[in-house]
């Protein structure tokens, strides 16, 4: 179980360049619907990586926040839970503590663990940080993406509960460590593309990454 803070936001321009991002969010006060997209009332400035079925709502660990903070202390009054753009946030469990494929329990809404979020520029720019958004890739403090398998109601106050474990598959962390590797064996890289419930998108680029080892290989 874990307690989860609830956010959304709609679209802003970025400080210096002006460009559209979704990352500025605000607490949800009361219930709210999740549909197959989303939280209803949440927006994605770029469809094209953001937002969609596989990337529906977005969960960053609240424990991340004081690494960011000692690691950029300039940006230290602005990062706390909801900065990163993320829906749901709690400081009771991070990318090692759960599963690709995993289903759990948000109110009447059931989620799956799908894929890591890739953070990108526009993180530098939102905080005034050159280096954030590679720092929270190396580090892999990244959060990941729900899908949607079931619509609800949530509300703040609610709780994650573990409703489908997936033992035999990899931790968020251990997937993340393996797709990292300079050169991951194969093998391994096999399993993990077959992992049930993994994002289509991430899957897509394991395979073209195993398919080019094997290449270099022969």
């Keep these: 179980m874990a307690e989860v803070s609830l956010f959304i936001g709609g679209i802003r321009p970025l400080p210096e360049s002006g460009r559209p991002t979704g990352m500025y969010k605000s607490p949800v006060i009361g219930p709210v619907e999740v549909g197959r997209e989303g939280l209803v009332g949440d927006h994605q400035a770029d469809r094209r990586v953001h937002g969609g079925p596989e990337k529906a709502v977005h969960l960053y660990p609240a424990r991340h926040y004081g690494r960011l903070a000692t690691r950029f202390p300039e940006a230290a009054e602005a990062l706390r839970p909801g900065a990163l753009g993320e829906n749901l946030s709690t400081g009771q469990l991070d990318e090692r503590d759960v599963r690709l494929g995993e289903v759990w329990q948000l109110g009447t809404a059931q989620l799956q663990v799908c894929q890591p979020r ?18 929270i890739a ?50 391994a890289l096999e399993r993990l593309a077959r992992v049930p419930g993994i994002g289509a998108g991430w899957r897509a680029k394991i395979e073209q990454r195993l398919a080019w080892l094997k290449r270099a290989a022969g």
Aim: negative net charge; aromatic residues 10%.
């Design 138 to 187: 190396e580090e892999l403090l990244t959060g990941w993406y729900w899908r949607v398998l079931e619509p609800g109601t949530v509300s703040p106050g609610d709780t994650l509960e573990l409703l489908a474990p997936v033992p035999d598959a990899p931790t968020l962390h251990e997937a993340m460590c393996l797709w990292r590797e300079h050169r991951p064996a194969p093998a």
């Design 118 to 135: 890739s953070p990108c520029w526009k993180i530098d720019e939102r905080f005034g940080c050159e280096g954030m958004a590679a720092y």
